[in-house]
């Protein structure tokens, strides 16, 4: 019995042991199968992000790639959307390499299909590959051929018609050219003219060489505004910048003279207020000098009072003062009527004066008298 036991409990771990294998190997399948269906699903990703930001942007930035790319797991792939927004790691292992490398492919191909549409309306144009050395890029650059299609590049087919050679390219590359992306088509008109333009001796397309055409292209296409090369362009802008030049240039010029006339009507203003000022103090110096005339008049008949004093002295200073007074006044009315307001003033002062005079000397006798009652 424990024999059979025996024999039978080995049979079991064989079993069990077998189960596990077959478990582990069933794992395995699932496994594979998952990660294959992972990567597939990843790919369709891809593919339909970078087909959707190639129509809104040639150049994405890193945070287009993420937005749209949010975007895109949000409406089809919830349960990954999940994952992309709790594992900011899962975005940049699983889907920006591959997406970065697609939407670049998507534009190499965009870029391929202009320049055979370039070749196709100039068929004149001889051949040139992006990785020529620079010798030969130069010498392409400087073929007439080239120069003449640039020329040709906005202008009418037929003089006519309004047909040009960049519609041409343009119906070549979109054949229904309302539904094309109007990325694509500024994204066309700047890649050709990058490349027939013999200013810049280059021909590989680069984001840093030919974005700022496509801005440019861009809003010419959104408002329906007539295309132009680069060099025509800047010709007229430069005519227009000349242009504003003059403008402000007359402008300064008009400024300036109605400065020097505001100028020279203050210098004249100016000049009559100092010659109106002249003939003030001038009016006032007349004035001034009969005044002092008045006053040199009191002053020297004063001085002449003050002498009779000296020579008469004592009690009769008053009277001798007065005296000589009158006889001066006297002399002044001999001279002319023309005196007689001067002699009624000069008669009020020497009559304020005495009067004061008196004042004064009564004012200093009782001082006196009291000085020596107290004392």
């Not at 810049?200 to 861009?218: C, D, G, H, P, R």
């Not at 227009?240 to 300064?252: C, G, M, V």
């Not at 009559?351 to 004392?375: D, H, K």
Request: charged share 25%.
């Amino acid at each position: 019995m424990i024999s059979q036991n025996f024999k039978i409990l080995s049979k079991l771990d064989t079993l069990i042991s077998a189960q596990q294998l077959i478990d582990d190997r069933l794992k395995k399948i699932e496994g594979s199968s998952d990660e294959s269906s992972s990567e597939e699903v990843i790919k369709t990703i891809v593919v339909e992000v970078a087909r959707n930001l190639l129509k809104v942007s040639i150049y994405p930035s890193q945070n287009e790639f993420r937005e749209e790319t949010e975007k895109v797991l949000r409406s089809s792939f919830p349960e990954l959307h999940k994952k992309f927004r709790q594992s900011p790691i899962f975005y940049e292992k699983n889907i920006y390499q591959p997406l970065l490398a697609k939407h670049r492919s998507f534009r190499g191909s965009l870029t391929s299909r202009i320049k055979d549409a370039l070749y196709t309306i100039f068929p004149e144009l001889p051949s040139i590959t992006s990785n020529s050395p620079p010798s030969e890029i130069r010498q392409w650059k400087s073929n007439p051929i080239v120069a003449s299609c640039h020329n040709k590049l906005f202008k009418k087919i037929v003089v006519e018609e309004p047909t040009t050679f960049m519609s041409k390219i343009l119906d070549r590359l979109f054949p229904s050219k309302k539904s094309a992306p109007k990325i694509y088509v500024a994204y066309a008109i700047s890649v050709c003219e990058y490349i027939l333009n013999p200013s810049n001796q280059q021909i590989q397309v680069s984001e840093s060489a030919i974005k700022f055409l496509i801005s440019k292209y861009l809003q010419k296409v959104l408002n329906k505004e007539k295309l132009v090369s680069s060099d025509e362009d800047e010709a007229a802008t430069t005519s227009i910048t000349a242009t504003a030049s003059k403008t402000a240039a007359a402008q300064e010029k008009e400024e300036d003279q109605e400065e020097d006339q505001e100028y020279q009507g203050q210098e004249e203003q100016e000049q009559e207020e100092g010659q109106e000022e002249q003939e003030q103090e001038q009016e006032g110096q007349e004035e001034q000098e009969q005044e002092e005339d008045i006053f040199n008049l009191i002053i020297g008949q004063e001085i002449g009072n003050q002498k009779d004093e000296v020579k008469g002295g004592g009690d009769n200073d008053l009277y001798n003062y007065s005296s000589s007074n009158e006889d001066e006044l006297f002399k002044i009315k001999a001279k002319g009527s023309n005196n007689f307001f001067f002699i009624g003033i000069f008669f009020f002062i020497s009559f304020v004066f005495c009067f004061y005079f008196f004042i004064f000397f009564l004012l200093l006798y009782y001082f006196i008298i009291y000085i020596i009652v107290v004392v």
